[in-house]
């Protein structure tokens, strides 16, 4: 057995929680199909599994949700769900609406993973210490106000936080959903004023530049991008975000907290996890942080060796957490 297929059952049986009392729906890519069975395998070793594509419902890009689909799930009624899939442009609102439908409107748990492949579930990191290190992070900022983050590389930015609600991404899926790999503490900032040198990886239609050889320079000013540059990621990342007037706003705030993470892989579903600062540009998870506003696109960029301040006392020393 494959390394990263003992991973799968011990995510689907222990991240997850799946157990005989559950009906457990993968719904998977054909790009992804080795893994998506995986889970499906690991599901029916221990409950009612059923797998499904989404290239069975349309053409990709699944741009929203299909009639088919919906009556599919609602026939399956599952009470635990997994998206095991590629990223493709334009696929937000899809999957904005599936988790809708297994989680609010079915009450499932839900395990997102886009752009899940074998090196990512290679470097999972131990749950426990992901656990302890969200408990840690969350205690640090959930009452905060000011969040200062730099690096070596030029960043600086000068965060307000307080007005929404902090999200802990722990190991373990309880209720609602989360992303697997887990590892994440993450906000709707109330604004963010600085410069923040992306140079890990871009979420979204720009997975596809990987580890990113030219970090990408962003001038952020109320709350908004103003400027971007450093290549070909960031002229094209400027050039989506500026489509629709919410593209530019920074819409989430994030401390990756898998601190058993052995490297950046240019894979943004690993590297948000990865101990450092991400921010995202558009929808602020609204349904998750309780911010009153959205956006149809959500471009998340890595930012590794922070150092992170919060309220004047710092928690993180160049891509290190200082207590936990």
């Known amino acids: 057995m494959e390394m990263w297929e003992q991973k799968v059952r011990a995510v689907v049986e222990k991240a997850m929680g799946v157990d005989r009392n559950d009906v457990f729906l993968v719904v998977g890519s054909r790009s992804r199909e080795e893994i998506a069975r995986a889970f499906w395998r690991a599901g029916k070793r221990v409950a009612t599994a059923y797998l499904t594509f989404m290239e069975d419902y349309g053409g990709r890009p699944l741009t929203e949700m299909p009639s088919a689909f919906k009556e599919y799930a609602r026939l399956v009624k599952p009470t635990v769900t997994a998206y095991v899939a590629d990223v493709q442009p334009g696929e937000l609102p899809f999957r904005k609406a599936m988790v809708d439908l ?15 492949d074998a090196d990512v579930l290679s470097d999972m990191g131990d749950p426990e210490e992901v656990e302890r290190t969200t408990g840690f992070v969350y205690s640090r900022v959930r009452d905060a106000r000011e969040i200062h983050v730099s690096t070596a590389k ?4 000068h965060v307000e936080v307080g007005k929404w609600k902090w999200v802990p991404e722990g190991a373990y899926l309880r209720s609602g959903w989360m992303n697997i790999p887990s590892g994440e503490v993450f906000t709707t900032p109330t604004n963010v004023e600085g410069v923040a040198v992306i140079d890990g990886s871009l979420g979204g239609p720009f997975q596809r530049f990987g580890r990113l050889r030219e970090p990408v ?8 991008a103003v400027d971007m540059s450093g290549g070909p990621a960031a002229s094209e990342l400027w050039r989506y975000l500026s489509e629709r007037p919410c593209g530019p706003r920074v819409g989430e705030f994030a401390i990756g907290t898998n601190t058993g993470m052995k490297r950046i892989l240019g894979n943004l579903l690993h590297d948000e996890k990865f101990p450092g600062v991400h921010i995202a540009f ?14 149809d696109v959500h471009v998340d960029g890595v930012m590794t060796g922070t150092t992170v301040v919060v309220d004047g006392v710092r928690i993180m020393e160049g891509g290190r957490f200082v207590e936990v």
């Open 282 to 295: 558009g929808d602020p998870l609204g349904e998750l942080t309780g911010a009153d506003w959205g956006c």
């Open 102 to 116: 297994f989680v609010t409107e079915l009450g499932a748990r839900h395990a997102h993973m886009p752009g899940i």
């Open 154 to 157: 030029g960043t600086e930015l």
């Open 217 to 224: 320079r962003v001038v952020i000013e109320g709350g908004e």
